[in-house]
C-alpha cells in the first residue's frame, strides 16, 4: 500500500494498493476526483494538478535513521517553500492589481457592470494569492528548520 497527500490539504490521506508508482499515482488522484466530486476537499487545487503533485506519506519503519527521516522531511518542506514561492510570484502582480481596482467600490465614482464583473472575477485571485501569501509564510517559518538540519547534514566531518 502507498498512501499520499496534498500540500495545500496534509489531512488529506489517499491510500492505494501497490508502491509508488505512474499508476498508483493516477488511482490516488482517481480517489481525490471522488473527494472532490463530494465536496469534501477543503482547498481548491490549481487547474493543471497533476498526479505528480501527489506527495507520499511514508511510514516511519525501523530500518530507516531517524536522521535520514529528518533529512527527507527538510528537503520536502523546502521543496514545499519553493513551490509556494513561484506560485506568490505569479499571482501578486496580477493581485496587485485588482486590488487597486477594490478602491472603486469606496468612491462616489459611477461604475459599469462589466467593471463590476471584471473585479468579482479579480476577487478569486486576490484569494488566491492572499491564501498562497499566509502558506509561503507559514512555510517559510518551517523551513529554516529544514534549512539548518540541512545545513548539519551537509558539514564536512573534518569541521
Known amino acids: 500500500m ?7 490539504s496534509p489531512e488529506i490521506i489517499l491510500t492505494v494498493p501497490g508502491k509508488d508508482s505512474n499508476k498508483a499515482r493516477e488511482k490516488a488522484m482517481d480517489k481525490l476526483m471522488e473527494i472532490m466530486e ?6 481548491e487545487l490549481e487547474e493543471g494538478f497533476s498526479p505528480q503533485q501527489l506527495i507520499e506519506v511514508k511510514e516511519p519503519s525501523m530500518d530507516t535513521a531517524s536522521g535520514e527521516d529528518t533529512i527527507i522531511e527538510a ?7 519553493a513551490t509556494l514561492k513561484l506560485k506568490v510570484q505569479d499571482t501578486r ?3 496587485l492589481e ?3 481596482l477594490v478602491d472603486i467600490l469606496f468612491s462616489d465614482q459611477t ?7 471584471s473585479l468579482k472575477e479579480g476577487f478569486k485571485v486576490l484569494k ?8 509561503y509564510k507559514d512555510a517559510r517559518e518551517k523551513a529554516e ?9 551537509l558539514k564536512s566531518p573534518d569541521n
Open 38 to 43: 463530494a465536496g469534501d476537499l477543503p482547498t
Open 75 to 81: 528537503v520536502q518542506l523546502l521543496s514545499n517553500l
Open 93 to 95: 502582480t496580477e493581485a
Open 128 to 135: 488566491n494569492f492572499a491564501q498562497a501569501n499566509l502558506r
Open 111 to 117: 461604475v459599469s457592470e462589466e467593471e463590476i464583473s
Open 98 to 100: 485588482v486590488r487597486k
Open 145 to 153: 528548520q529544514a534549512r539548518e538540519v540541512l545545513d548539519k547534514a
Open 2 to 8: 502507498v498512501r499520499y497527500t496534498l500540500v495545500q
